[in-house]
């Protein structure tokens, strides 16, 4: 898991609103190409403080609140 990555949150967006989150991120953290996105999504940049209080508070307008680190769906593997 990397630890700067918010693609848990980002996986926890309703498909309707993946663009506007996606968007929205974006210009707040000025991304110009689809490359930065990638790299700061998968957390391989690390955000500033404030680049990660805009980050969060962009995914709770949308309810979700659990956005740092790597979506890990539970399994019966994982239960055990």
Known sequence: MKKFSFKKGFD???QKDISDVKNKIMSALKIKTRAAWKYRLNGD???KVS???VIETIFAEYGITDVWG???PEC???KA
Do not use: H, K
């Open 12 to 14: 926890q967006v309703q």
């Open 70 to 72: 790597e979506y890990e």
């Open 45 to 47: 940049i690390e955000p």
């Open 51 to 53: 680049e990660a209080a």
């Open 76 to 78: 019966e593997v994982n």
